[in-house]
């Protein structure tokens, strides 16, 4: 099977990275692995206003951006490719099921359906813009029924069509057609092939539902022929245009009335094509999806069979997406800030039986034992939502406790070789679980591998979700690249952890701050550079540098203090209702945390002060816990905010008139600040936090790094 690859739509790449693509490749080809990689990155548009782009799944201008990428991307990358409109999930709460958008072709990148409006495909021109084509007309109302005798015809199963009004709108022409598929019948003499009914349906109740969306989504189904399979192929005609709602179907069914359809089509315009398509785990098509997400528009892209289709899908969406008005990150003030939604990266097989992890037990269970012997890997590549709230808390922040963590990995660890998909699945789809028992918020989420009780769910995926979109194409290839490179390290038995890191309390605390995250990162890439994988540690500095950007930098003489912002889990609270429902959940997302950082020379000559109080620096690292606001609901109401945060510095040895010391520098940070802002040392702001007569801050519990300033 040939697989189109994307490397030509990629910028010039560096020559490391293209090295260490090639080593991770040859390295999982000799063990006889081919991985691949699959992504989930976002998307908001220049200027994003309302619900749609915050909070909501869909809005007014969701649906149209993601036609126009949609669009773009067939112009630009599959020429000829078929799109079609698809319901989505359905969650508690949403009135109607989501929308996706699939985009399919073929394995080699040519159509898997020759639309006669689109030409000769052996001229399409590869990844540059189309032809301009003579644009047709759409198919008249007075040729609906020849159209479906035709279809019928080629099916070699006479059509039935049955005629239904639309009451939300009376110059729409609908047609509804009973049309299934049958490849094996229940019984021997029973039949198979392709089969049409009647619908005996009477006058009064021949009317779509008053509902959005396609008809064949809005159809009396309720009054549908006992004994028919609800397969029904739709036709509607509007003034602007028409369109199919193609029945549920396997694959190679599904095709074959693809190509019987575009062939149909001739003389008229491509009709816009909705329907439900069937999960092609085997590699016969490839399909990019565009589906409605809170607050984002996100792209699934098709199955990558190498690090270089990867980097070139990301790029290649950052281009298209500027193009349509999209791109991976919002602006916030002068920061950049990412979407606020996932870029999840997932890890599978070419097909089924190819599937690296079901007979690799043990090299997964490393995989795993890796993931959380490296908190950077949990929380340096995420939105500011980490821990056990998150939508992505790692296994010793979910619902497992250590003992069963240990007797999991064990257990799966101790299995043949051979296909093992049902026990690993059944072994860690319990334990990859949030607290409460939500296996998709898992940082490694097991929901695509083998879940057979989900129509989705047996796919050989695994799923890694603490990845947000991020605004620089380089950062989230580089990523993925570090991702395959540690798949390679651990092939070697020798590399694996043989059991879990005990972190206690320090994962909430120490290993939450920026240098803590960088120190670990830094080891991990030593541990891979060490291996013969040349990970250079660059663009994950830049990355770093603009996830926890510096919030001040002071220096006098030798002495620096430097603070920046750091990581803190946000509580879960209770269920709160909400009107029409809610896919989401409460936190407490008033908590903040700082992380600072004195050198040794400004702790032997200087002192600092927040609020009057003096901080306990202690060797000159700590983090720094405080209230932004006052939100409803909230734990621990009663508790004030902190802002704003006044910061003094103070020479030791250097005293004012009464005796006390008097600061050399004071800074001011409130809501909506950026960095701590310079203000004159002696001027107190009227209603700030009174000055040094205030007692001493805290200092962190033994072993703790943080300061939290609702201790007092």
Same mark, same amino acid.
């Given at each position: 099977m040939v697989v189109a690859d994307l490397a030509p739509l990629m910028p010039q790449t560096s020559d490391w990275m293209m090295a260490t693509a090639a080593e991770v490749e040859a390295r999982l080809q000799a063990a006889g692995i081919s991985l691949t990689l699959g992504g989930e990155p976002t998307y908001v548009p220049f200027e994003p206003v309302g619900a749609e782009w915050t909070v909501a799944a869909d809005g007014p201008t969701k649906l149209t951006y993601a036609r126009a990428l949609a669009l773009e991307l067939q112009r630009r990358v599959w020429p000829g490719s078929t799109l079609m409109y698809c319901p989505g999930k359905r969650y508690d709460g949403e009135v109607n099921p989501r929308w996706a958008l699939r985009l399919i072709? &073929?394995?080699?990148?040519?159509? $898997?359906?020759?639309?006669?409006?689109?030409?000769?495909? @052996?001229?399409?021109?590869? !990844?540059?813009?189309?032809?301009? *084509?003579k644009k047709a007309k759409p198919l008249p109302g007075k040729k609906a029924r020849e159209f479906l005798e035709a279809i019928g015809e080629a099916l070699g199963c006479p059509l039935h069509p049955l005629k239904l009004r639309d009451p939300l709108d009376?110059?729409?022409?609908?047609?509804?057609?009973?049309?299934?598929? /049958?490849?094996?019948?229940?019984?021997?003499?029973?039949?198979? &092939?392709?089969?049409?009914?009647?619908?005996?349906?009477?006058?009064?109740?021949?009317?779509?539902?008053?509902?959005?969306?396609?008809?064949?989504?809005?159809?009396?189904?309720?009054?549908?022929?006992?004994?028919? *399979?609800?397969?029904?192929?739709?036709?509607?005609?509007?003034?602007?245009?028409?369109?199919?709602?193609?029945?549920?179907? @396997?694959?190679?069914?599904?095709?074959?009335?693809?190509?019987? /359809?575009a062939a149909a089509t001739?003389?008229?315009?491509?009709?816009?094509?909705?329907?439900?398509?069937?999960?092609d785990v085997d590699g016969h098509w490839q399909v990019l999806g565009l589906t409605a997400d809170p607050g984002v528009l996100e792209v699934n892209l098709p199955v990558c069979h190498s690090w270089i289709a990867y980097a070139g899908w990301i790029h290649t969406l950052d281009e298209v997406g500027e193009v349509v008005g999209l791109r991976s990150w919002k602006q916030n003030g002068t920061r950049v800030e990412g979407t606020g939604g996932g870029n999840h990266l997932l890890w599978g097989g070419p097909s089924l039986e190819a599937n690296p992890f079901?007979?690799?037990?043990?090299?997964? $269970?490393?995989?795993?034992?890796?993931?959380?012997?490296?908190?950077?890997?949990?929380?340096?590549? &995420?939105?500011?939502?980490?821990?056990?709230?998150?939508?992505?808390?790692?296994?010793?922040?979910?619902? #497992?406790?250590?003992?069963?963590?240990?007797?999991?990995?064990? #257990?799966?660890? #101790? *299995?043949?070789?051979?296909?093992?998909?049902?026990? /690993?699945?059944?072994?860690?789809?319990?334990?990859?679980?949030?607290?409460?028992?939500?296996?998709h918020r898992s940082e490694i989420s097991f929901d695509k591998f083998w879940n057979p009780a989900w129509g989705g769910g047996c796919q050989g995926l695994i799923e890694f979700r603490a990845i947000e979109s991020l605004p620089r194409p380089e950062w989230t290839a580089a990523i993925a690249l570090l991702w395959s490179a540690i798949a390679a390290h651990l092939l070697e038995p020798a590399h694996r952890p043989t059991g879990l890191a005990a972190f206690g309390e320090r994962l909430q605390d120490e290993l939450q701050l920026p240098a803590a995250l960088w120190s670990d990162l830094e080891r991990l890439i030593g541990l891979l550079q060490a291996d013969g994988l040349d990970i250079e540690a660059?663009?994950?500095?830049? !990355?770093?540098?603009?996830?926890?950007?510096?919030?001040?930098?002071?220096?006098?003489?030798?002495?620096?203090?430097?603070?920046?912002?750091?990581?803190?889990?946000?509580?879960?609270?209770?269920?709160?209702? $909400?009107?029409?429902?809610?896919?989401?959940?409460? $936190?407490?997302?008033?908590?903040?945390?700082?992380?600072?950082?004195?050198?040794?020379?400004?702790?032997?000559?200087?002192?600092?002060? !927040?609020?009057?109080?003096?901080?306990?620096?202690?060797?000159?690292?700590?983090?720094?816990?405080?209230?932004?606001?006052?939100?409803?609901?909230?734990?621990?109401?009663?508790?004030?905010?902190?802002?704003?945060?006044?910061?003094?510095?103070?020479?030791?040895?250097?005293?004012?008139?009464?005796?006390?010391?008097?600061?050399?520098? #004071?800074?001011?940070?409130?809501? &909506?600040?950026?960095?701590?802002?310079?203000?004159?040392?002696? /001027?107190?702001?009227?209603?700030?936090?009174?000055?040094?007569?205030?007692?001493?801050?805290?200092?962190?519990?033994?072993?703790?790094?943080?300061?939290? !300033?609702? *201790?007092?």
């Open positions: 072709t &073929g394995p080699d990148g040519l159509p $898997v359906v020759r639309w006669p409006q689109d030409g000769d495909p @052996a001229s399409f021109p590869t !990844l540059t813009r189309p032809r301009t *084509l009376p110059d729409h022409r609908v047609w509804a057609v009973p049309l299934c598929h /049958i490849a094996e019948p229940e019984q021997a003499d029973g039949p198979c &092939g392709w089969l049409a009914a009647e619908w005996p349906l009477a006058k009064p109740l021949r009317e779509l539902l008053p509902a959005a969306g396609p008809a064949g989504l809005r159809l009396p189904l309720q009054h549908f022929p006992p004994g028919v *399979l609800r397969q029904v192929l739709t036709l509607e005609i509007k003034p602007d245009g028409w369109s199919l709602f193609l029945p549920p179907l @396997a694959r190679q069914p599904l095709q074959e009335l693809l190509e019987l /359809i001739t003389g008229w315009s491509r009709p816009d094509l909705s329907g439900v398509l069937p999960i079901f007979s690799r037990p043990a090299w997964l $269970v490393g995989i795993l034992r890796f993931w959380q012997h490296h908190p950077s890997l949990s929380y340096l590549f &995420g939105n500011r939502s980490v821990g056990p709230a998150s939508q992505s808390p790692r296994l010793d922040e979910g619902s #497992a406790s250590r003992l069963d963590l240990n007797l999991a990995h064990a #257990a799966i660890e #101790a *299995l043949p070789e051979g296909d093992q998909r049902l026990l /690993i699945s059944e072994t860690l789809r319990h334990i990859h679980a949030d607290r409460s028992g939500n296996t660059e663009p994950f500095r830049q !990355l770093w540098e603009w996830r926890f950007p510096l919030l001040l930098d002071w220096q006098r003489d030798d002495a620096s203090l430097e603070i920046r912002q750091a990581l803190e889990p946000w509580p879960l609270l209770c269920d709160t209702p $909400v009107e029409g429902g809610s896919t989401s959940r409460f $936190v407490d997302s008033s908590l903040q945390r700082l992380e600072i950082r004195a050198n040794h020379a400004f702790l032997g000559s200087h002192r600092l002060r !927040l609020n009057g109080g003096l901080v306990p620096l202690g060797d000159g690292w700590l983090g720094l816990r405080y209230r932004q606001s006052s939100l409803y609901p909230s734990l621990h109401p009663c508790i004030e905010p902190h802002l704003p945060l006044r910061l003094e510095i103070e020479a030791k040895g250097e005293a004012d008139l009464q005796g006390g010391p008097e600061p050399i520098a #004071a800074f001011r940070f409130d809501a &909506g600040d950026e960095v701590f802002m310079p203000v004159a040392p002696s /001027i107190e702001a009227p209603g700030e936090a009174p000055g040094p007569g205030r007692a001493d801050w805290r200092a962190p519990a033994d072993g703790g790094r943080t300061v939290d !300033l609702r *201790l007092g």
